[in-house]
C-alpha cells in the first residue's frame, strides 16, 4: 500500500507566496502522473493543476495559470506547487492526487478526461486579504 502526505500550507497575506510538497512512498512514484486539487467548504473539489510522470508536461486551471507552478522529483518521490501573487479565492484545503492509470511518459489530463483517484489529507492554505 502507498500513501501521499501533504505539507507546506499556512497562513498568508493577498500577494505572497507559498509553496506546497506532497511525498509518495509504498508505490513506484515515477509511473504515474500526479496533480494538485483544492476544496473549500460546501463546494466540489476542484483542479489546480497535474503534472506528466516524467515531469516535461503540465497543465494548469485557468484561474492559477501564470501564478502557480507544478513540479516533481522523482528521485525524491516528491512532488511541490510553487503559488505566487496568491489571492483570497485561493484560500482552500490542497490535496495531492495520483492518476493511476498508468499513461505514455508525457501524458497529463485532468479531470472528466482523467480520472485521479489516490488521494493524500490536504494541508490548508488561507489567504488574507
Known amino acids: 500500500q502507498g500513501q501521499l502526505v501533504e505539507s507546506g500550507g499556512g497562513l498568508v497575506q493577498a500577494g505572497g507566496s507559498l509553496r506546497l510538497s506532497c511525498e509518495a512512498s509504498?508505490?513506484?512514484?515515477?509511473?504515474?502522473?500526479m496533480g494538485w486539487f483544492r476544496q473549500v467548504p460546501g463546494k466540489e473539489r476542484e483542479f489546480v493543476a497535474a503534472i506528466s510522470r516524467n515531469g516535461a508536461n503540465r497543465i494548469y486551471a485557468d484561474s492559477v495559470t501564470g501564478r502557480f507552478i507544478i513540479s516533481r522529483d522523482n528521485a525524491k518521490k516528491m512532488m511541490s506547487l510553487q503559488m505566487n501573487s496568491l489571492k483570497p479565492e485561493d484560500t482552500a484545503l490542497y490535496y495531492c492526487?495520483?492518476?493511476?492509470?498508468?499513461?505514455?511518459?508525457?501524458?497529463?489530463?485532468?479531470?472528466?478526461?482523467?480520472?485521479?483517484?489516490?488521494w493524500g489529507q490536504g494541508t490548508q492554505v488561507t489567504v488574507s486579504s
Open positions: 492526487a495520483v492518476d493511476r492509470v498508468r499513461t505514455v511518459l508525457g501524458y497529463v489530463g485532468r479531470p472528466p478526461d482523467r480520472r485521479y483517484d489516490f
Open positions: 509504498g508505490r513506484t512514484f515515477n509511473n504515474f502522473a
